[in-house]
Nanobody, 122 residues
């Protein structure tokens, strides 16, 4: 089992900043990709930012230039620096890890955190 610990959500004014962090622990595993999704009220869950084991980064068009994702070398932790926040960024943010249980590549998993709420006042 892989457990994800999320932190950093809160209430901010438009234009403000927050930093989300996620740490993965548990059964020995190899990370394939790790990042953040979000789900606003009445909306579908969407990818915000993700980094893969090879170093590639994906960012949603809506956050490019404002959000930055960073990682540790082993891809056990990721942080999402969110600057110039907008009301439309309001959502529950979920950490996600895709990987496999070492040393068996076929034993894949897709783990999710419980979510941390980010609220940006209008």
């Amino acid at each position: 089992q892989v457990i994800l610990e999320e932190s950093g959500g809160g209430l901010v004014q438009p234009g403000g900043s927050l930093r989300l962090s996620c740490a993965a622990s548990g059964t020995i595993f190899r990370t394939v990709a790790m990042g953040w999704y979000r789900q606003g009220s009445g909306k579908e869950r969407e990818l915000v930012a993700r980094v893969n084991a090879g170093g590639g980064i994906e960012l949603a068009d809506s956050v490019k230039g404002r959000f930055t994702i960073s990682r540790d070398n082993a891809l056990r932790t990721v942080s999402l620096q969110m600057d110039r926040l907008k009301p439309e960024d309001t959502a529950v943010y979920y950490c996600n890890v895709r990987g496999y249980y070492d040393p068996v590549p076929s034993r894949t998993f897709d783990a999710w955190g419980q979510g941390t709420l980010v609220t940006v006042s209008s």
